[in-house]
């Protein structure tokens, strides 16, 4: 009991263990697993990262039939930071996907920009959006797939037809 | 008198975690005990064989538990991979190793303070947290988050650790070592403490057998059992591992085996850290686990198993996870019977009880 009694004492004069945080800043230690940045230019849409996401946070949208063309839409508002899809991603090394030391800001009275966050964010201004309109795009996500899937379907027989019609 | 009954939990100011007793009383003398788990079941085993790929699963499972996340992402990381046929080197295995024990390390920590908190010692509390708060920065460091680790993946870990932060890791354990040997002293020789903890909720060594137990709570009724020697899944003998009872059966005697538990795992984290074998952290993936096994590993607080089956597609067919504090439940409510219902917060602290593992 004394011991603990001396012990307590020292506290008093000892340095403090914690930090004051919202007085004073809490840095992210060295290596945190922070928000995923994405490099557009780099992506080949091989769609490995929305394969592995866990918790379904990263969703490609097929807005243009004729050429192809993806949209990366991410939200860090549902992402698990587990870096699985940086892991996955085959242009990783050249920084196609990195998983940056810091941490995305709580979401509050305002949305975080930038393209490196992809689409979805900055096309948000208002944050209680942000769960609705997650939501539609997990349906565009399955609509425009399967869209493009049968457009592909359609022209590969076009194109089969022209080529029997042409051989005749 | 006559009876009175005495809910204790679900919510209560000396439990972390949802579980509910009902104790019928006589004269604060426990005689009937009622108790019901499954208060915070998220259906995280029909989730792992609907909503998420094989490959997704240490990640879902992982989440079965904050506490021992390393564990159960571990197991199933195991179980994949003896299904897939996958044979990971030696610097994986001691990389999940080191993880391993840094997580029995700090949630054995807990545990401890948490008992010092309910028998109303809690200066002693803020001592053993203090303490534990140096290994929270060293799995940080080398996971790089503070509670939910996705460490372990299939066919290795997720990063490498660099000479920097071993570095880092072995000058925190060495500090960590001096502390927990001052705390447990304070557990060990106080007389306050010794007053609500020495001689209550006794286990017997065939009253453990008898119903099963696991994990310190066996080990603290001198019954040898622990899964790292029992079971082969990583090298604990090399690294210096040596299995820690105690006789008494106590909550005394539980809090120091989760102690001595505590350094024997501080010596083998140093010892991996000094031989850390070369070679990559990520192996070669292909094909898709098929067939049946069963995965037994031990966390910190006693044996968890888990059953998968596959069938060669991305979904498995079962995931099927029992865990230690299920195991313990029912002689928890044989030890309630004559007790007084002051020692009852106690006994279960000692027991140191994961429901949201139990729930699921």
Same mark, same amino acid.
């Given at each position: 009991?004394?011991?603990?009694?001396? %012990?307590?004492? *020292?506290?008093? +004069?000892?340095e403090?263990e914690?930090? /004051?945080?919202?007085?004073?800043?809490?840095?992210?230690?060295?290596?945190?697993?922070?928000?995923?940045?994405? $490099?557009?230019?780099l992506?080949?849409?091989?769609? *490995?990262?929305?394969?592995?996401?866990?918790?379904?946070?990263?969703?490609?949208?097929?807005?243009?039939?004729?050429?192809?063309?993806?949209?990366? $839409?991410? !939200? #860090?508002?549902?992402?698990?930071?587990?870096?699985?899809?940086?892991?996955?991603?085959p242009?990783?090394?050249?920084?196609?996907?990195?998983?940056?030391e810091?941490?995305?800001p709580?979401?509050?009275?305002? +949305?975080?920009?930038?393209?490196?966050?992809?689409?979805?964010?900055?096309?948000i201004?208002?944050p209680?959006?942000?769960e609705?309109?997650?939501?539609?795009?997990?349906? =565009?996500?399955?609509?425009?797939?399967?869209?493009?899937?049968?457009?592909k379907?359609? /022209?590969?027989?076009?194109?089969?037809?022209?080529?029997?019609?042409g051989?005749? | 008198?006559?009876?009175?009954?005495?809910p204790?939990?679900?919510?209560?100011?000396?439990?972390?975690?949802p579980?509910?007793?009902?104790?019928?009383?006589?004269?604060?003398?426990?005689?009937?005990v009622e108790?019901h788990?499954?208060?915070?079941?998220?259906?995280i085993?029909?989730?792992a064989?609907?909503?998420?790929?094989? !490959?997704?699963?240490?990640?879902?499972?992982?989440?079965?538990?904050? =506490?021992?996340?390393?564990?159960?992402?571990?197991?199933?990381?195991?179980?994949? %991979?003896?299904?897939?046929?996958?044979?990971?080197?030696k610097?994986?295995?001691?990389?999940?190793?080191? +993880?391993?024990?840094?997580?029995?390390?700090?949630?054995?920590?807990?545990?401890?303070?948490?008992?010092?908190?309910?028998?109303?010692?809690?200066?002693?509390?803020?001592?053993?947290?203090?303490?534990?708060?140096?290994?929270m920065?060293?799995l940080?460091?080398?996971?790089? !988050?503070?509670?939910?680790y996705?460490?372990?993946?299939?066919?290795?870990?997720?990063?490498?650790?660099d000479?920097?932060?071993?570095?880092?890791? *072995?000058?925190?354990?060495?500090? =960590?070592?001096?502390?927990?040997?001052?705390?447990?002293?304070?557990?060990?020789s106080?007389?306050?403490?010794?007053?609500?903890?020495?001689?209550?909720?006794?286990?017997?060594?065939?009253?453990?057998?008898?119903?099963?137990?696991a994990?310190?709570?066996?080990?603290?009724?001198?019954?040898?059992?622990?899964?790292?020697?029992?079971?082969d899944?990583?090298?604990?003998? %090399?690294?210096?591992? /040596?299995?820690?009872?105690?006789?008494?059966?106590?909550?005394?005697?539980?809090?120091?085996?989760?102690?001595?538990?505590?350094? !024997?795992?501080?010596?083998?984290?140093?010892?991996?850290?000094?031989?850390?074998?070369?070679g %990559?952290?990520?192996?070669?993936?292909?094909?898709?686990? *098929?067939?049946?096994?069963?995965?037994?590993?031990?966390a910190?607080?006693?044996?968890?198993?888990?059953?998968?089956k596959?069938?060669? /597609?991305k979904v498995?067919?079962?995931?099927?996870?029992r865990? #230690?504090?299920?195991?313990?439940?029912p002689? =928890?409510?044989?030890l309630?019977?004559?007790?007084?219902?002051?020692?009852?917060?106690?006994?279960?602290?000692?027991?140191?009880p994961?429901?949201?593992?139990?729930?699921?």
């Amino acid at each position: 009991m004394l011991k603990m009694f001396i %012990e307590s004492l *020292k506290n008093l +004069v000892s340095e403090p263990e914690t930090i /004051k945080y919202p007085f004073e800043p809490s840095p992210e230690p060295k290596g945190y697993r922070g928000t995923i940045h994405y $490099n557009e230019e780099l992506c080949i849409f091989c769609d *490995k990262c929305e394969n592995i996401c866990p918790p379904g946070a990263i969703k490609f949208v097929v807005v243009d039939y004729e050429t192809g063309k993806k949209e990366y $839409n991410y !939200n #860090p508002y549902l992402c698990i930071y587990c870096g699985a899809c940086v892991r996955e991603c085959p242009k990783a090394d050249e920084g196609c996907l990195v998983q940056v030391e810091t941490r995305t800001p709580p979401l509050g009275r305002s +949305v975080p920009k930038g393209k490196e966050l992809g689409y979805f964010i900055n096309r948000i201004d208002n944050p209680k959006e942000v769960e609705s309109k997650w939501r539609e795009i997990e349906e =565009l996500n399955i609509k425009t797939k399967e869209e493009y899937k049968a457009y592909k379907k359609a /022209k590969r027989a076009q194109k089969a037809a022209a080529k029997a019609k042409g051989e005749e | 008198m006559g009876k009175i009954v005495v809910p204790f939990g679900s919510q209560h100011v000396a439990l972390p975690e949802p579980i509910s007793f009902l104790f019928d009383t006589e004269n604060e003398i426990i005689t009937k005990v009622e108790a019901h788990i499954g208060y915070v079941h998220r259906g995280i085993e029909k989730a792992a064989i609907t909503r998420f790929e094989y !490959n997704q699963l240490p990640y879902l499972t992982a989440r079965v538990c904050g =506490l021992c996340s390393i564990t159960h992402a571990g197991a199933v990381v195991h179980g994949i %991979e003896k299904l897939m046929d996958i044979e990971v080197n030696k610097r994986i295995d001691y990389l999940r190793m080191l +993880v391993v024990e840094l997580d029995r390390i700090h949630s054995h920590m807990l545990a401890n303070g948490h008992v010092a908190e309910v028998v109303g010692y809690e200066n002693l509390f803020m001592q053993t947290f203090r303490a534990r708060e140096d290994v929270m920065d060293v799995l940080e460091r080398i996971t790089g !988050n503070r509670v939910q680790y996705d460490y372990q993946t299939i066919g290795g870990v997720a990063r490498d650790i660099d000479l920097e932060t071993a570095e880092f890791a *072995k000058k925190k354990l060495k500090k =960590l070592k001096e502390n927990v040997l001052k705390v447990m002293e304070f557990h060990d020789s106080d007389y306050t403490f010794g007053l609500k903890t020495k001689g209550v909720g006794v286990i017997s060594k065939e009253m453990a057998a008898k119903y099963n137990t696991a994990g310190p709570i066996a080990r603290a009724s001198g019954l040898e059992t622990d899964v790292r020697a029992e079971f082969d899944y990583l090298p604990f003998e %090399e690294v210096g591992y /040596k299995m820690q009872t105690r006789k008494e059966g106590d909550v005394w005697a539980r809090n120091m085996v989760r102690f001595d538990e505590v350094l !024997n795992s501080i010596e083998m984290c140093e010892n991996i850290l000094d031989n850390l074998p070369q070679g %990559e952290h990520q192996v070669k993936v292909k094909g898709r686990p *098929k067939g049946e096994t069963v995965v037994r590993v031990e966390a910190p607080r006693g044996e968890c198993f888990y059953y998968l089956k596959a069938s060669g /597609k991305k979904v498995m067919d079962r995931v099927r996870i029992r865990v #230690p504090t299920y195991a313990n439940i029912p002689i =928890l409510k044989e030890l309630f019977l004559g007790a007084k219902y002051s020692d009852a917060q106690a006994i279960v602290l000692s027991f140191d009880p994961c429901m949201s593992c139990t729930a699921r």
